[in-house]
């Protein structure tokens, strides 16, 4: 089945600098990327998608880069706040009807001001 | 704007003890799911659920989890015999229509301790 594999676990950024995260992901079936992040006690909510048909996506400070040949995707967020502090997680989905979302083992995030 | 509601947020029970998780997905929504996640873990899939019936259910859905839509709103995880390893949050999830692609909106979770 599916893995998705994520670096790095954790991840510190002085406010204002930029963050990116990687993930790589085993199944060529895959066609569809999204993004969530948690914060402390609240469920994963969705950021920013990506599907694969599309190699970059942009929205305000994040954005996503998609290479299916080798199988990585990215998450960049530019201009880094406090508020981003939260965990990451990416994920892969085959995109059909009822496809379950496999996730990546998470990044945590923190943005020191 | 909509989102998918669980109750309750910190469920503690016997190991033993049946316990039921609940959830509320978005109104408009489809297609439901439940997901784990143990502490400083990986989400983990468990199970989809469509028209009333199972899609596809993951390893860890055993016989003791099941999975029932009682109403138009209310969708439920049922656990018959906890463990104590069945400690985690567990999340519901909805998604809109059956294109490809849409996006799955996840409720806060329930904190499932077993004792």
């Known amino acids: 089945g599916e893995n998705v594999e994520q670096h790095p676990s954790t991840l510190s950024v002085q406010e204002g600098d930029s963050a990116v995260i990687k993930c790589t992901y085993s199944d060529s079936a895959s066609n569809y990327f999204p993004w969530y992040k948690q914060e402390l006690g609240k469920g994963p909510q969705l950021i920013i998608d990506?599907?694969?048909?599309?190699g970059e996506k942009k929205d305000q400070r994040i954005a996503v880069t998609l290479n299916k040949t080798a199988k990585h995707f990215s998450l960049h967020i530019t201009e880094t706040q406090p508020e981003d502090s939260a965990v990451y997680f990416c994920?892969?989905?085959?995109?059909?009807?009822?496809?379950?979302?496999?996730f990546g083992p998470g990044t945590s995030l923190s943005v020191i001001p | 704007e909509p989102e998918v509601t669980q109750t309750p947020s910190h469920q503690v029970t016997q190991m033993g003890q049946e316990v039921i998780l609940r959830c509320v997905p978005i109104?408009?929504?489809?297609?439901f799911y439940w997901y784990r996640q143990i502490l400083g873990q990986k989400v983990e899939f468990l199970v989809s659920?469509?028209?009333?019936?199972?899609?596809?259910k993951s390893e860890i859905f055993d016989d003791q989890f099941s999975v029932e839509r009682p109403d138009g709103s209310n969708f439920t995880l049922k656990i018959r015999s906890t463990k104590l390893e069945d400690s985690a949050m567990y999340f519901c999830?909805?998604?809109?229509?059956?294109?490809?692609?849409?996006?799955?909106?996840f409720g806060d979770g329930t904190r499932l301790s077993i004792l």
């Open positions: 659920f469509y028209n009333n019936e199972i899609s596809e």
């Open positions: 990506i599907r694969s048909n599309v």
């Open positions: 994920a892969a989905s085959k995109g059909t009807s009822y496809d379950k979302v496999i």
């Open positions: 109104s408009n929504h489809l297609y």
């Open positions: 999830a909805s998604r809109e229509t059956g294109g490809s692609n849409q996006p799955q909106h």
